[in-house]
């Protein structure tokens, strides 16, 4: 049960204070980061328009990066772990820092505040916190699409395949996904600066978040109609730009009775999604839902977790 206990205490550390206010570790990591893309991306284009390097050693040069910034300190954390008290309260801060609802909750609630008294320009600065697209323009109904769909997206990325891949393999892996989430986040873009070069990061996200997606939006599917709506994700996942990002949309919204995607602006280039989910047309209203049924899919997987931990210790 030492896993479980860890498991609540670092969810209940999030949920009462939230992210560190002050030197958190993925700050240094990003700093770090930046540096080190900054003195071996050479796969941009310079002021002629043509790249410094070629495409290959792009993405060689970027998977060495990838390699060097995520794989050292897990590696290094899994062969100095003992089962000692130290090394649980250790876990326990790891996974605090790791998991992201309260941060959820927080980046929702400062855009849907504003769009209650009309504000849709200060809905819009802080929806371009959580989203790539163009948020210059948007109306309230497309503010509210996009929160809605940040907020399944990350529900996944930053809070169910956390505690997924601490389940699987411990603090290690959860340092492991948490830095190459950060990296894709950084990285995984498909602009002239970062399409060769963020290309290997963008992929090993993709094969992270492959089964912590699929527990994800059964999380989310077990509150609605399951059926339909783990069908919603198998069959409009592999359609969407993101795979891995569909399923979790696509099941969310089903669960939720609307319906997202369609037509957004990133850099400059109109993108139309196809449809994900079933239902009206998503709205402000909805984002508070969506807020909750993330919430009901960490608290379904600490319980199951918990149970089936106890069982294992008495059989």
Not at 46 to 52: F, K, M, R
Not at 161 to 173: M, N, Y
Not at 245 to 270: E, F, H, N, P, Q
Request: some cysteine.
């Amino acid at each position: 049960m030492t896993s479980a206990l860890i498991l609540i205490i670092a969810c209940l550390l999030d949920r009462i204070f939230g992210e560190p206010k002050r030197w958190h570790p993925l700050v240094g990591f990003g700093n770090l980061t930046n540096q080190l893309e900054l003195w071996a991306n050479s796969a941009h284009p310079d002021n002629s328009g043509q790249p410094l390097s070629s495409p290959f050693s792009a993405r060689l040069l970027g998977m060495f990066c990838w390699l060097a910034l995520t794989v050292p300190l897990p590696l290094l954390y899994y062969f100095l772990h003992q089962d000692t008290w130290l090394f649980w309260t250790l876990d326990c801060v790891i996974l605090y820092a790791a998991i992201g609802y309260n941060s959820l909750l927080k980046h929702a609630r400062q855009i849907i505040e504003p769009m209650a008294t009309g504000d849709l320009k200060q809905a819009r600065h802080y929806c371009s916190y959580i989203v790539s697209r163009n948020t210059s323009e948007l109306t309230e109904q497309q503010i509210a699409r996009a929160t809605t769909e940040s907020m399944l997206e990350n529900g996944h990325d930053a809070v169910i395949a956390t505690v997924v891949w601490f389940a699987i393999g411990g603090a290690p892996l959860v340092i492991l996904h948490r830095l190459a989430n950060t990296l894709d986040a950084m990285w995984g873009y498909k602009n002239s600066r970062f399409i060769y070069f963020g290309w290997f990061a963008a992929r090993m996200d993709d094969l992270l978040g492959w089964p912590s997606a699929k527990v994800t939006s059964l999380l989310y599917a077990c509150q609605g109609p399951l059926r339909l709506a783990l069908v919603n994700a198998k069959k409009q996942g592999r359609q969407y730009k993101s795979l891995n990002g569909g399923w979790v949309m696509a099941a969310g919204a089903t669960v939720l009775g609307i319906s997202l995607g369609g037509r957004a602006s990133y850099d400059g280039k109109v993108i139309e999604s196809v449809t994900l989910g079933a239902g009206r047309e998503v709205t402000t209203e909805d984002v508070e839902p969506c807020l909750k049924l993330v919430g009901n899919a960490l608290l379904i997987f600490i319980v199951g977790y918990s149970v089936l931990t106890l069982l294992l210790d008495i059989l």
